[in-house]
C-alpha cells in the first residue's frame, strides 16, 4: 500500500495523477488545492471515490503545515512520495521574449515574482512541509514536475527565444532539486526533477500543433502532444524506477535527457 501527495492536483496534470493513481485502490491519495471543494465536486463527477482533497497553496507554508498534519492522520505518519505539481505558468508573458519586456518592466518584475514565490520558493515550502513524512516512509520519494524548456539543448535547437520567466523559474526548480538530493542523500531520499514532455492540458489544438512544430527542429521524429493520461503513466515509471544514485537528477518522461 503506497501513499502519495500530489502538490497542485486541481486540474491538469495534477488532476490526472489523482485519476490514474486512484485506479489502484491499495494507494492511499492526497490532492492539495487551493480550493479542495472544485476538486471534490469534479472528483465526485467523474467517479472517483478515494481520494482526499486537502487545502494546500504552495505560496503558504502555513496551509502546508496544516495539509502535512491532516496527512499525517491518514497515512500513518509517513508519506511514500511527494508530487509537487502546481506551478505558475504566465498566460501575460509566455509569448515574450527578452526584449519584449522592453517598456514592460514593470509586468517583468511581477511575473518573475509571482514564477519565482509560486515555482522555487513554493517548492521549497512543499517539500519543508512533507519531509518528515517522507523520511517516515520506506520508498521516500520527492519529485518535482520541471520542463525541457529548461534545458539549454532544446531552447538552442528549437530556438525558443519566448516562455523567459517560466523557463528560467524552472530553471532554478531544478537547482533547488539538486541542492536537496545532495543535503538528503545520506538518509536515502530520492529527490527527482521530471518533465512530463508536452502534454493536452488547455491551450488549443492549434497552439499545441504550433509547438510541436517548433520542437521538430529539436526532436525531428516528435509526433505531437500527448494525453495527460499517457504523460502521467510515463511518468510514474520513471518515478518508480529512480534509484538514489540517480537522486538530484532532472529526465524526461521518457526516462532520459531527451525531453520529447
Ligand atoms: N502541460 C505541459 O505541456 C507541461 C510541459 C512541461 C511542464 N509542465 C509542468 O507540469 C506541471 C503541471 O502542468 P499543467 O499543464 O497540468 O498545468 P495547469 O493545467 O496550468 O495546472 C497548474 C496547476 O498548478 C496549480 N497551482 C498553481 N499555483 C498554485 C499554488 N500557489 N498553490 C497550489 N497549486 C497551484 C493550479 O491550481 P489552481 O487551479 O488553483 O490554479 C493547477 O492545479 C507544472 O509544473 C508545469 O510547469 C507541463
Request: charged residues 15%; proline residues 3%.
Amino acid at each position: 500500500m503506497a501513499s502519495y501527495v500530489i502538490a497542485g492536483a486541481s486540474r491538469g496534470l495534477g488532476y490526472q495523477y489523482l485519476q490514474t493513481l486512484n485506479s489502484n485502490p491499495s494507494n492511499t491519495v492526497i490532492g492539495l488545492a487551493r480550493n479542495p471543494s472544485a476538486v471534490q465536486s469534479q472528483l465526485a463527477a467523474d467517479g472517483i471515490p478515494n481520494v482526499h482533497v486537502l487545502a494546500g497553496d504552495l505560496t503558504s507554508p502555513a496551509s502546508l503545515s496544516a495539509a502535512a498534519a491532516e496527512v499525517s492522520k491518514l497515512t500513518n505518519s509517513k508519506v511514500d512520495y511527494l508530487i509537487v505539481n502546481g506551478a505558475y505558468v504566465s498566460d501575460k508573458t509566455s509569448g515574450l521574449t527578452p526584449t519584449g519586456f522592453v517598456g514592460n518592466e514593470e509586468l517583468l518584475k511581477a511575473d518573475f515574482e509571482t514564477s519565482i514565490n509560486t515555482n522555487v520558493v513554493g517548492v521549497i515550502y512543499t517539500i519543508n512541509a512533507f519531509l518528515g513524512l517522507v523520511k517516515a516512509s520506506a520508498i521516500k520519494k520527492v519529485v518535482v514536475i520541471s520542463t525541457g524548456m529548461t534545458e539549454p539543448d532544446l531552447i538552442k535547437e528549437a530556438e525558443v527565444a519566448a516562455s523567459v520567466t517560466y523557463s528560467a523559474s524552472k530553471a532554478a526548480t531544478n537547482v533547488v532539486v539538486y541542492k536537496y538530493a545532495v543535503e538528503l542523500k545520506s538518509e536515502g531520499v530520492i529527490v527527482l526533477a521530471l518533465s512530463p514532455g508536452l502534454v493536452r492540458t488547455g491551450l488549443s489544438e492549434e497552439m499545441y500543433e504550433y509547438l510541436a512544430e517548433v520542437f521538430r527542429k529539436y526532436e525531428p521524429g516528435f509526433k505531437g502532444a500527448i494525453s495527460t493520461k499517457e504523460s502521467v503513466e510515463a511518468q510514474l515509471k520513471v518515478i518508480g524506477a529512480v534509484t538514489i544514485e540517480q537522486s538530484g537528477e532532472f529526465l524526461s518522461h521518457l526516462g532520459t535527457k531527451r525531453w520529447l
